[in-house]
């Protein structure tokens, strides 16, 4: 039993295991160098690390416009809007708020704009509710009830144009 145990302590391993944790660090940040410019060089190859929506006419693009518009509305982020208040990062034209935003057509790198508009245009009591008074109704909170203009203009290529028009009711 004695003579198996010889010559194994653990004192011999000691310098082994520091060596090992050592080069398991360095392959940890050679690994890590690698999928970093992996990931570099795919996101400037195929420009999928860009913010930009791609379309692939501008009729499209203008119909995205108000897709996003609603999407704004539905989250609820124009609900103020009845204060003539537009949430940060839309301007204040009148009693609208416009914003821009960037989109690229397929087979193309340039970028063109979208001006979104948003109007408030008018209340109406949502079905199914109560009118109180005659010819008074205290708008709802949270937006409901309240009907937008949506106006979308995108400009294109070769001084190309659309525009789309919707209203829509929360």
């Keep these: 039993m004695e003579a198996c145990g010889r010559g194994h302590t653990s004192e011999k ?22 999928i970093g410019g992996l990931y570099y060089i795919l996101t400037r190859t195929t420009l999928t690390g860009e913010r930009v929506r791609v379309y692939t006419s501008t009729r499209e693009a203008a119909v995205g416009g108000v897709n996003y518009a609603v999407l704004q509305i539905k ?23 416009t914003t821009n935003l960037n989109y690229r057509l397929s087979g193309t790198t340039q970028n ?16 199914g509710d109560v009118v109180s008074g005659v010819a008074y109704s205290r708008p709802q909170t949270g937006g409901r009830g309240y009907i937008y203009s949506i106006i979308s203009e995108v400009d294109g290529p070769q001084g190309s144009k659309s525009r789309v028009e919707a209203v829509w009711m929360r």
């Design 13 to 34: 391993y000691k310098k082994v295991r520091g060596v090992a944790l050592i080069s398991v660090l360095v392959m940890g940040i050679m690994i890590a160098l690698v």
């Design 112 to 127: 063109f704009t979208n001006q979104i508009t948003i109007c408030l245009r008018g209340y109406i009591s949502p079905p």
């Design 75 to 97: 989250s609820g982020l124009f609900d103020t809007m009845d204060q003539l208040e537009c949430p940060t990062g839309w301007n204040t034209v009148g009693n609208c708020c």
